[in-house]
């Protein structure tokens, strides 16, 4: 039986950060919302986007830090040929994204697509 490598890869990066971050730990950081439509915050990751980074360019694709609220959702559509981490979600190649946050805290994770290398996101009640 084989493992779908990506959703693997988010379940494991996420709980790694969720253990080693600092943050209200009264409930999962955030729940899959594949049935929602609209989100209040997105980001676009365009084909490309890793070889443009590795040739020096300064890619701007989201803030270094991202405050947000209880019930908001943020949808990542990665339209690269490759997976990128952003803060404490992992998005593969051609994937999406959406996630609802369900509880408040604050968490740094590694993020490939910003010239600070990460992402910090603050999430209030």
Same mark, same amino acid.
């Given at each position: 039986?084989?493992?779908?490598?990506?959703?693997?890869?988010?379940?494991?990066?996420?709980?790694?950060?969720?253990?080693?971050?600092?943050?209200?730990?009264? @409930?999962?950081?955030?729940?899959?919302?594949?049935?929602?439509?609209?989100?209040?915050?997105?980001?676009?990751?365009?084909?490309?986007?890793?070889?443009?980074?590795?040739?020096?360019?300064?890619?701007?694709?989201?803030?270094?830090?991202?405050?947000?609220?209880? @019930? &908001?959702?943020?949808?990542?559509?990665? &339209?690269?040929?490759?997976?990128? !981490?952003?803060?404490? !979600?992992?998005?593969?190649?051609?994937?999406?994204?959406? &996630?609802? !946050?369900?509880?408040?805290? &604050?968490?740094?994770?590694?993020?490939?697509?910003?010239?600070?290398?990460?992402?910090?996101?603050?999430?209030?009640?």
């Amino acid at each position: 039986m084989k493992l779908r490598h990506s959703s693997l890869c988010i379940a494991l990066f996420a709980l790694s950060l969720i253990a080693a971050c600092g943050g209200s730990r009264s @409930g999962p950081l955030v729940v899959q919302d594949s049935n929602q439509t609209q989100s209040d915050y997105e980001y676009l990751i365009p084909a490309g986007t890793g070889d443009r980074i590795r040739a020096g360019e300064d890619v701007k694709i989201l803030p270094a830090e991202l405050d947000v609220r209880v @019930g &908001e959702t943020i949808r990542i559509v990665n &339209e690269d040929d490759e997976g990128h !981490f952003v803060g404490v !979600f992992y998005v593969g190649p051609g994937e999406t994204v959406t &996630e609802r !946050f369900s509880s408040p805290g &604050e968490y740094t994770g590694q993020c490939t697509i910003h010239p600070s290398g990460k992402l910090s996101l603050k999430i209030h009640a």
